[in-house]
């Protein structure tokens, strides 16, 4: 089964700063998608940003970016003026294209925005 | 477009007491998981339906848990009897499935908060 590594359980970060939460994954399959989601303290869990393995173009939305290293199978979130908002359990989750289509989730990084 | 809906937001119940928690998904959406959530660690699949089919319940404790999704829409999970470790989040998800093989991200509802006295 693949595996889903977070090494930091927490992570601060000074309002309007620029952060990065690091995800490593294990995998033998060479196509695949990659997924950040952010879950508030209301706990509904809500994705920020996702990567195709085959797209070598690192995606971006608005403020949240990811740089993908397929080679080195990491998959880190950038986030760039940080906001309050932000404060959040971050999950990197990888979604195998094989059959069942499984998600597997790594331990999540806790981020604090400081004011 | 309606959200994962679940209910109940939250319960609690004392040990080897039974407890049901129930999904709707989005409408559409073939594919609906369940996940259980333990205080500060990620989301544990338990099971994965494909319609109204079982593709994955290998981590599911099926001597107590068991779920169904019957009409390939709606789905219940029940514990029975609970225990203490049973304590933890339980969410329900569900994502589109296309011929292709592809799918999309999973779409979470809010979770049941489960706590067992």
């Known amino acids: 089964a693949q595996t889903v590594t977070q090494s930091q359980p927490e992570m601060s970060v000074q309002e309007a700063e620029t952060v990065t939460l690091s995800c490593t994954y294990d995998t033998s399959e060479s196509d695949y998608y990659l997924f950040w989601y952010k879950q508030p303290p209301s706990r509904q869990m809500i994705l920020v940003i996702r990567?195709?393995?085959?797209?070598?173009q690192n995606a971006t939305e608005n403020r949240f970016s990811v740089n993908f290293q397929k080679a080195a199978k990491s998959f880190s979130l950038k986030i760039s003026d940080s906001q309050l908002g932000d404060a959040a359990m971050y999950f990197c989750?990888?979604?195998?294209?094989?059959?069942?289509?499984?998600?597997?989730f790594g331990t999540g990084t806790s981020l604090t925005v400081i004011p | 477009e309606a959200g994962v809906a679940q209910s109940p937001r939250y319960k609690i119940i004392e040990k080897r007491q039974s407890v049901a928690f129930w999904c709707n998904p989005i409408s559409g959406h073939a594919t609906l998981y369940w996940y259980q959530q333990i205080l500060g660690q990620g989301p544990k699949l338990l099971i994965q339906?494909?319609?109204?089919?079982?593709?994955?319940d290998s981590q599911l404790p099926k001597d107590r848990f068991s779920a169904e999704r019957l009409k390939g829409v709606d789905s219940t999970l029940k514990i029975q009897p609970a225990k203490l470790e049973d304590s933890a989040v339980y969410l329900c998800?569900?994502?589109?499935?296309?011929?292709?093989?592809?799918?999309?991200?999973?779409?979470f509802g809010p979770g049941t908060r489960l706590t067992v006295l």
């Open positions: 990567q195709e393995a085959y797209k070598q």
């Open positions: 339906f494909q319609n109204n089919g079982v593709v994955d």
């Open positions: 998800a569900s994502s589109l499935y296309n011929l292709a093989g592809r799918t999309g991200e999973q779409f």
């Open positions: 989750a990888y979604r195998s294209l094989n059959t069942g289509n499984q998600f597997y």
